[in-house]
């Protein structure tokens, strides 16, 4: 590169890229750092995303985007904790409640998890929703409270600060106004300054495939699974990713206290599913890869036994319940949540018309269903109502009956209830179709 390069203006540099060339940290920072300054305008950003996402951004670029986005702010110092610190990080998708389940699991095995989450947008749900339909809890903690909360209970899940990474809030706005979301290098990078200014040693990845994802196959979530995890442990960060299947919803409750209720219930029982099957597979990686003398790998499935035996004491559940209480939270919901969760006024079933073998329930159908019942948001700020979802009793593969109940519908009001009900009945269909693995691949490197 040069030194004619290195000083050019903004919209030099944008020509750059409109051209397919590659742009350095530097000039990417010129720009990224322009915008928060004031002297690079929105609609420059703009142009330089979709340039970007026309021509592609290479590794390099994304590498130095995450570092942009991640010098932004302020860092999370987990230094003072006294176990090995883990932090768990999902793509999005419908039914996806594998913080409330990887946590507590993770914290019974002697991890510390500071986990910072998102709410929800569209068809996909957010973890604080979820949280928040437990009466009396607080997500929004200072970080010296997140600290004395992992090193009394293990594990702690609240919101992002205004203070870590600014510039991918800035930049993730542009990019959804611009048609530019769906970036492998863009995604890649605001994941993981937001991963690494989170401050855990150790990061575990679930990158959904599928109709409800971002991705749209198991082919592009890898390829982005295994960006992320290029970046991290070029950051100096342990990480390991899973791509898992997104084409139908994840558990069989979608909603914000449907889904806690659906956790707790998990958690009470020996695992089974294919939410609990994420879960322990990801609270898996994470302490292999947390723990130097496994060397990132557990031949011997000792991790894995030791996790399910946590789960089958009650460990988890324990540490579930601690972390309800420390947070402010009914800890209560976690021996009788049909008393202490929320629950919507109008219950409607979802019916078989005819018999056969169910063979699709398209993720993003249902999680657009259950949005505009009241449990998702069409943007940022709407209001939305946890006691409102939808419980699914059936999954792909399965045969039912002529009549057979197929889904529990939790609404508002009557109408919103028929509404949901036609929807459901269009969205589960039955065909010949067998079910997907929910985990596709793993994703190892060093």
């Known amino acids: 590169m040069s030194d004619h390069q290195e000083g050019l203006l903004p919209s030099e540099l944008i020509g750059l890229k409109r051209d397919g060339h590659e742009l350095s940290e530097a000039q990417l920072r010129v720009l990224v750092e322009g915008m928060l300054g004031g002297d690079v305008s929105e609609a420059q950003i703009a142009a330089l995303l979709m340039a970007g996402v026309l021509n592609g951004f290479t590794v390099a670029e994304a590498k130095a985007l995450t570092a ?36 507590p699991l993770v914290a019974a095995a002697g991890g510390q998890m500071v986990k910072l989450s998102g709410r929800g947008l569209g068809h996909t749900g957010g973890t ?32 992002q600060t205004d203070r870590l990474v600014p510039a991918d809030r800035t930049l993730y706005a542009l990019r959804d106004l611009t048609g530019t979301v769906e970036s492998t290098a863009l995604i890649a990078s605001s994941v993981m300054s937001k991963k690494l200014a989170a ?30 995890v290029q970046i991290a442990q070029d950051a100096g960060r ?41 879960a322990l597979e990801l609270a898996t990686l994470a302490l292999t890869e947390a723990r130097p003398q496994a060397g990132g790998h557990d031949p011997s499935g000792s991790v894995r036994s030791e996790l399910v035996r946590h789960w089958e004491r009650g460990d988890a559940m324990e540490r579930l319940e601690r972390m309800i ?12 949540p049909a ?35 009241g449990a998702g948001r ?3 700020g709407d209001v939305i ?10 999954a792909v593969g399965d045969r039912v009956e002529a009549g057979q109940r197929l889904a529990l519908v939790h609404a508002r009001s009557a109408d919103d209830a028929q509404r949901a009900v036609n929807g459901m009945q269009e969205a589960i269909t039955l065909g010949g179709a067998s079910p997907r693995d929910v985990i596709c691949s793993r994703v190892l490197l060093g």
């Open 68 to 103: 942009i986005l991640w010098d932004s702010g302020e860092t999370l110092d987990l230094s003072s904790l006294s176990g090995p610190t883990i932090d768990k990080h999902s793509t999005g998708g419908v039914g996806d409640g594998t913080t409330l389940l990887v946590a």
């Open 128 to 159: 604080l929703d979820k949280l928040e339909s437990i009466p009396g809890i607080n997500v929004s903690l200072e970080p010296q409270r997140m600290l004395d909360i992992a090193e009394r209970v293990g594990c702690v899940v609240a919101a």
């Open 199 to 228: 401050g855990a040693s150790t990061i575990v990845l679930d990158v959904k495939a599928g109709d409800g994802a971002f991705m749209p196959d198991a082919a592009a979530a890898e390829e982005l699974a295994r960006l992320c």
């Open 238 to 278: 342990r990480c390991a990713a899973l791509v898992t299947d997104m084409e139908q919803p994840l558990g069989r409750r979608i909603g914000n206290a449907t889904e806690v209720a659906e956790a707790i219930s998990l958690l009470r029982a020996p695992p089974s599913g294919r939410l609990a099957e994420v």
């Open 325 to 336: 209480a420390a947070q402010g939270g009914a800890a209560e919901v976690c021996t009788d």
């Open 339 to 373: 008393a202490i969760l929320p629950s919507a006024p109008v219950e409607r079933e979802v019916v078989a018309t005819a018999g056969g073998t169910v063979g699709a329930m398209p993720a993003r159908q249902i999680g657009e269903i259950v949005a505009r019942l």
């Open 378 to 380: 069409k943007r940022k």
């Open 385 to 394: 109502d946890p006691a409102v979802g939808v419980d699914l009793d059936v």
